[in-house]
C-alpha cells in the first residue's frame, strides 16, 4: 500500500508541477514578493497533496515563539519533506544553499528566484 500511495502522490506532483513550471518563467522580472508568493504556491499543493495521497499530517508546537521579523533557522534536514514544511510553517524566508541546487532544471529555477544566499 505504501508503495502505491508513493506512485499517486509521484504522478500528483509530477502533474501539478509541469503546468506550475511553465507558467513560472513570466514571474522573473516580478518583485521578490511576488515571486516568493508564486513559488510557495508550489508547497503549499506539495503538502496538501502528501496528506491526501499519503495521509500525512503534521502539527507545528511552539509556533508562538516564531518572532515575525528577522531571524536565523538551522534545519536538521532530515527529509525533504521538512524543506518544503517550512515554508508554509515560517515567514518570508531567503536561503544559503548551494550554488549546485541552482542547476537542477525546473526545481533550481524556482529556487533562485527566491533570492538565496
Avoid: D
Avoid at 521578490?32 to 504556491?41: A, D, E, L, P, T
Wanted: hydrophobic share 50%; net charge positive.
Amino acid at each position: 500500500m505504501l508503495t502505491i500511495r508513493s506512485l499517486i502522490y509521484n504522478i500528483g506532483t509530477y502533474i501539478f508541477t509541469i503546468p506550475f513550471v511553465i507558467v513560472l518563467p513570466l514571474f522573473f522580472l516580478t518583485p521578490s514578493k511576488i515571486r516568493f508568493w508564486y513559488v510557495n504556491q508550489w508547497s503549499k499543493f506539495a503538502l496538501w497533496w502528501v496528506a491526501i495521497a499519503c495521509n500525512l499530517s503534521y502539527e507545528v508546537e511552539g509556533k508562538e515563539n516564531i518572532p515575525e521579523g528577522t531571524s536565523i533557522v538551522m534545519a536538521k534536514h532530515q527529509s525533504a519533506w521538512e524543506t518544503i514544511a517550512l515554508q508554509q510553517i515560517l515567514p518570508t524566508q531567503t536561503w544559503v544553499l548551494k550554488r549546485e541546487l541552482i542547476w537542477i532544471p525546473f526545481f533550481g529555477w524556482g529556487l533562485a528566484m527566491t533570492n538565496p544566499i
